[in-house]
């Protein structure tokens, strides 16, 4: 079984500070991590790689520095990296990230099984599984917490909604994307995530020509969303400190709660 | 693409350095310098104020679309019953279409699911879509992106909203790259932009740390997802009239691919609150599953809800649909009071849209504070007590 995993290279967001004064995001010295979804992703494909043999490739689209994302995924036991890297790609909303990694995709051609993150952390959308499975023209299953079943022609997965789940059953190919839930993933062996390192003879680097794309169809160009502009949120209210001991802060806050018909 | 900065014109004002959502210019020595973090978005050349940045990308030209009118709205539904989220995309919609006047249409799938028209109407549909048929029953990825793209096809909207629920997370993307479409997600909030007439659509992003408006003139309908529990509804006058169009689907057998073998329900009752009018949220500072006993009584004085930060729900104090902020509820009460809670951005995304808020906390630097409309320091274990006494003793009376 053939599987190919997409996996971005994210900032940790959970480090980020907010500076008390400004309210505006402190960035200095953040992590850069694996989505925390594609570890869980990688998981999968290894574990099923494991059992049914075949190969497992990651790729993902970023910075050149991204290629430490895929080093990683390697040292998890993956076969190989693609890291698609280019200016022109740079800007790239969710229609034209897809697009080109739906382009990536079809380049590798054999494949059985692609799996996402449901969601990245900073983009926040999880709009690219979707996308890249309309690309590809195939079957999705979103929001994956347990595959039961999985042979070479069809795959029974749980989807996990909120207020319940779904057992659904759909041939492959296929494109599935993962939440938490759905496993631990295993850490990565030194002896594997050295030799990916040291060699870099597993990841590949494709750039647009590569994907005998134009520049138009790409990154910013072909993006058909803007961001016009970006604010800290809006979490400051008209705080009032009520003083004195407890009973006179309640009685205040008494009088202000009846002023306003809460109670 | 690369991003360039004009010296000359440069003042070293900072603001790119704000609003890049990327930390990928940075001002050094009084002038604005691009990193190696940049990704050429762009976002700083709209926003400098002297006009000092510029790029290398062309931009794109805007079509025609004098003829895309109407906004439309998903009328997300299952079993029959109309999901919540439909009727605040309809009151969103109501004010969407007053701004444009233009009409606000609904787009209705399903089996047997005619009986919904009435509702939809009620919350401001002028017409609905319907497409009924047996294939359309249960939602499915495939039958319900091929039966809307071909609606969207032949009616030509200039704006469309759906919830950003798992069923409209799954469909939007789905159909944005089926007909090209830009597609934001999980919006809180949407407005026409008064120069250009174009939808402006706001949305938290890095895990609620930043928003981003974001424009898409390049493709119509403007699509966006939009969170539920943001948008108010609004009921209107049922005198109106509503037109009902049939719409005849080519759907076949092969269009459907996966099988759904069955659905379980999670067996607790999911509390929504969502409803909630009022909501008493607790944090670590109660300390203990004991420690909530004075909240559920605030509550029962209040007629509120009980709910926590994400540290009461790992504690096991309270039960996950409990949990208000990022990875839980969106929550928009009338009133709602937090008590030992820090204010931790991702809870505090979870309860922004609330009325008003009351802080009870000991530490009096607590950023929950700046989120508050009425603040007490002290303990809540006997703030919170006397709070309750003196709003029974007020009913009493
Ligand atoms: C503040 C801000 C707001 C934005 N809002 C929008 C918006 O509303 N609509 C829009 O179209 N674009 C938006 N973008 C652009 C968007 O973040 C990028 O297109 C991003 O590359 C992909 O989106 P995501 O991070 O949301 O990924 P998601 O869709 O959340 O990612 C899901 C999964 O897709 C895979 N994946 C995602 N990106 C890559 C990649 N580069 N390489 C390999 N695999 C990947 C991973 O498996 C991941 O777990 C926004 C950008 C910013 C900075
Ligand atoms: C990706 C991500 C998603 C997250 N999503 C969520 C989410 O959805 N919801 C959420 O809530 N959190 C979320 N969090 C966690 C969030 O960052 C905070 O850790 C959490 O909200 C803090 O909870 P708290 O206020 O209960 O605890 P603390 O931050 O520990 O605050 C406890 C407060 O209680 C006060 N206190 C202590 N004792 C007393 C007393 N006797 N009387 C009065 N005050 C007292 C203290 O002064 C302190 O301010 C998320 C975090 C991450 C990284």
Redesign the pocket.
Known sequence: MNIITLIKQVPD??DIKTDPKTGNLIREGIESIINPDDRHAIEVAVSLKEKYKGKSIVVSMGPPQAIDAISEAIGMGIDEGILLADRNFGGADTWATSFTLGKAIEKINAYDLILCGRQA?DGDTAQIGPQVAEFLGLPQLTYVMDIEEVDDRRIIVKRGLGNGYERVESPLPALITVIGELNKPRYPRVDLLINACKENARITLWNAADLKVSVQEIGLSGSLTRVIKTFSPKVKREGEMLKGDKGEAVGQLIERLAGNYLI | MAIFIDYDLCTGCKRCEKICPYNGIEVKDGKAVVNERCTSCGVCIDNCPENAISSDIKEKEVPDFRDRKGIWVFAEQADGVMAKVTKELLGLGQSLAKDLNQELSAVLLGNNVGHLIEELQKYGAQRVYLAQHELLSVYQTNPYTKVISEIILHNKPSIFIIGATPIGRDLAPRISMRLNLGLTADCTELSIDQEDGLLLQTRPAF?GNLMATIKTAYSRPQMATVRPGVMESKKIGTSSNCEVIHVDSSLTKEDVVTRVLEFVGEKKKVVSLNDAKVIVAG???V?SEEGLKPLFELAEALGAEVAG????IEEGWLPVER??????QTVRPELYVA?????????RA?MLGSRYVIA????ER?P?FEAADWGIV????EVVPTLTNAILNRKGK
């Open positions: 967001t959970t952390i | 895990g944090g670590r500072g300390g930060t994400r540290i009461v949990q208000v902020g990022q990875t839980g008590c030992g809670i820090s204010g931790a951005i991702q809870h979870g009870i906390n000991k530490d607590a929950i002290g303990d809540l274990h």
